[in-house]
């Protein structure tokens, strides 16, 4: 284990985003176990309506309400009409209002024609878990928020809801949410966003063009790029000749070991390449975690990959 | 195991479908050069293509236009004969504003549309607007007729039926009893919503402002002269899907959640009644023998033709390792093939290098046009 909090765990919200596939949200529920060993109150959310389903929160049965992963370690899967009507409450406080709203087919026809409404609602909800005074009744108190984002080109159009809405509803209660929404977002001190890569062509060019997106366009702080899933380098170039030798062998498992290793030694020089133009294309820091030998990667896999984060 | 191309035999359009990051972009390209190798003119319609093996085709400058592919680059690769491999790149937003184009009255209602802050982010950020125009540059480039196959590669998505439900919930959406209720709030439909509906409304635009509820309001009205216009397209866009010379052929990886949602996707697709081709399962870890020994009768057996004990024992772990992931991608692959009984299941294996060449893409396609034997006996030796 690498001992102390790794410094991007330090901000009290941070956004995980990367190409489908990547291990984004292993990674999130990694860093969530990382953050609650180093002394953190912790919660990971999965946002739901993204195209990410998470086999660990699925097993764990993880719904609208916080559930407990390990100690300090919370979970969330944000609904977003949970998420609309837990707004509503907070907005209506007289109940004779909000039934009347939410009988209403009205309510459900404006909540389906407003574009990006949905994203809003969770976005807001990933706010309100940030504070420290909850607006949910006995609501508990999280150091950091670490949320589970939609891959890539729908993380992008998700991330940029607080600053459409803020501009499509000039005035009014929306404008305002939005525009403290966005505030949010843009906020380094506190905010911030890792960037979740593999070593493979696509997700390095994704990972390049994610950084410049939600650091530019966005205005979110990109702490670290982790470049996941990497290889262990077990034969360096002087075993090749040998490993070659046994491809020949008469010896069926030898044969099969060296082709094995051979595979590996190809792959790792592979991955090696994609490494070096990941360094070459981003300019936040780099942390990497080694691929996991499990056949599936659950949440013993994820307390390994905690460890691993620096 | 029939071929890819069995699978594909008499039909005009194949829409590969898959979650994210399991190799669809290759496998459609792969598929799109087998075919036209075939002597086949093929179109392959990608939402985000690898530049690397874009540029190796020779097509930097992707757009939403068909572009082909120049056939002395693949006679150079010995593909040669009448076939003809064309791409382009879906570009969802360009789509849209031609669609709002092609059904406004005039270009004055054409550009309220466009100019209108609503539509800029429903074009953008509406769920299934990328996946409905994907399938509405599909039926317009079918429609055209100029092509003997197309293959789409689908945006990735956790589930196919935002992709079967896009035209359906456009339509529901731009043509929906909201609408109506935006428009004439105080008319007939705002009756038949419910009694308060003005109570409502005010309620509702306390909560939004009234500066939002004008904008849609808008928008709406804007649009009313199109819906026709789009209802009676998107109509026969979802027709297409479920036409017969349309299939669809699953992508995913071995791994337990992508092979889960394959069964899912197999279902859906089934549920739906659309012609479900096959699965693709890509990645896949073959194993090497039938049972690999355990590490020291290993390691000894490597050692006594390396005479070098670390490295043997290295070599031992290696192998014990892969063949572990190789014998939990059979264990889901079974699991796959029980789930869709006798549909076709095609395995590619785990390359050493990643694809970015047309050499790349041949190389899939000894699996992908092979039968059962052939691929594997290529992937084990």
Redesign the interface.
Same mark, same amino acid.
């Given at each position: 284990m690498n001992w102390g909090i790794p410094d991007f765990l330090k901000k009290r919200l941070l956004f995980v985003t990367g190409?489908?596939?990547?291990g984004k949200s292993t990674v999130a529920i990694a860093m969530g176990i990382r953050a609650a060993l180093e002394g953190r109150r912790v919660i990971v959310c999965e946002v739901a309506?993204?195209?990410?389903?998470s086999?660990i929160f699925h097993q764990a049965a993880v719904g609208f309400k916080e559930v407990e992963l390990a100690n300090d370690l919370w979970a969330i899967s944000i609904d977003p009409e949970d998420a609309m009507k837990e707004y509503?409450l907070f907005?209506?406080k007289v109940k004779a209002?909000r039934d009347?709203?939410f009988?209403?087919? /009205?309510?459900t026809?404006?909540a389906?024609?407003?574009?990006?409404l949905?994203?809003l609602v969770t976005i807001g909800k990933i706010w309100e878990l940030t504070q420290l005074d909850r607006k949910v009744k006995h609501g508990r108190k999280y150091d950091l928020v670490i949320v589970d984002a939609p891959?890539t080109?729908h993380g992008i159009?998700f991330l940029q $809801?607080p600053r $459409?809405f803020a501009? /499509?509803?000039?005035?009014?209660?929306?404008?305002n949410q939005a525009m403290q929404l966005e505030t949010m977002v843009t906020d380094a001190e506190q905010t911030g966003s890792v960037i979740v890569s593999?070593p493979?062509?696509?997700?390095v060019?994704e990972t390049a063009r994610l950084e410049s997106e939600l650091a530019g366009d966005i205005g979110l702080a990109v702490d670290r790029v982790i470049m996941n899933a990497l290889y262990p380098d077990?034969?360096p170039a002087g075993?090749r000749r040998?490993?070659k030798?046994?491809v020949s062998?008469d010896?069926?498992?030898?044969?099969?070991?060296?082709?094995?290793?051979?595979?590996?030694s190809?792959?790792v020089a592979?991955q090696n390449e994609?490494f070096d133009r990941l360094k070459d294309m981003v300019s936040a820091p780099i942390s990497t975690l080694p691929f996991i030998?499990r056949?599936?990667?659950d949440l013993h896999a994820a307390r390994r990959l905690a460890e691993e984060l620096e | 195991m029939p071929s890819i191309e069995q699978i594909l035999e008499d039909r005009e359009i194949c829409i590969c479908a898959g979650s994210g990051g399991v190799g669809k972009t290759t496998t459609s390209a792969a598929i799109g050069l087998g075919m036209a190798s075939r002597g086949l003119k093929v179109c392959v319609l990608t939402i985000d293509p690898a530049k690397r093996l874009a540029d190796s085709l020779g097509l930097e400058e992707l757009g939403n236009e068909a572009t082909r592919v120049d056939p002395g680059l693949l006679s150079e690769h010995q593909i040669n004969g009448d076939g003809e491999l064309w791409a382009m790149m879906l570009d969802a937003k360009e789509t849209f504003d031609a669609l709002v184009a092609r059904h406004a009255e005039d270009a004055e209602a054409r550009d309220r549309v466009l100019d209108n802050r609503i539509y800029q982010q429903i074009s953008n950020a509406l769920a299934g607007s990328q996946e409905y125009m994907a399938m509405e540059k599909l039926f317009e480039i079918h429609s055209e007729g100029r092509f003997d196959l197309l293959v789409l590669d689908t945006p990735p998505s956790r589930n196919v039926l935002d992709f079967l439900d896009a035209p359906k919930r456009l339509t529901q959406f731009i043509e929906g009893r909201s609408l109506q209720m935006f428009i004439r709030p105080t008319g007939f439909a705002a009756r038949v919503a419910g009694r308060g509906t003005g109570v409502v409304l005010s309620v509702l635009k306390k909560i939004v402002g009234f500066d939002l509820f004008a904008d849609l309001s808008e928008f709406f009205n804007a649009f009313s002269g199109m819906i026709d216009g789009f209802r009676d397209r998107a109509h026969r866009v979802s027709s297409l899907l479920g036409d017969e010379k349309t299939c669809f052929v699953v992508v995913c990886g071995p791994q337990g959640e992508p092979v889960d949602e394959a069964v899912y996707f197999h279902s859906k697709l089934m549920e739906n009644e659309m012609n479900f081709a096959g699965v693709v399962v890509n990645r896949v870890r073959y194993r090497f023998g039938t049972k690999v020994p355990k590490l020291r009768e290993l390691t000894d057996r490597i050692d006594s033709e390396l005479d070098d004990s670390d490295l043997a024992e290295r070599i031992a772990r290696n192998l014990i390792e892969y063949d572990a992931l190789a014998v939990r991608d059979a264990k889901n692959i079974a699991r796959l093939t029980d789930s869709l009984e006798d549909e076709p299941i095609i395995r590619v294996p785990y390359l050493d290098t990643d694809v970015h060449d047309i050499d790349g893409l041949a190389e899939i396609n000894r699996y992908l046009f092979g039968t059962e034997e052939e691929r594997s006996r290529l992937a084990t030796g």
């Open positions: 190409k489908g596939g990547v309506s993204s195209e990410n389903a086999r509503v907005q209506l209002m009347l709203l009988r209403s087919r /009205i309510f026809y404006f389906a024609a407003t574009p990006g949905n994203e891959a080109g159009s $809801t $459409t501009n /499509i509803a000039r005035v009014g209660p929306v404008h593999l493979e062509e696509m997700p060019n077990r034969f075993d040998a490993i030798r046994l062998s010896d069926p498992d030898v044969r099969a070991g060296g082709r094995a290793a051979l595979s590996q190809r792959r592979a994609q030998f056949p599936e990667v | -």
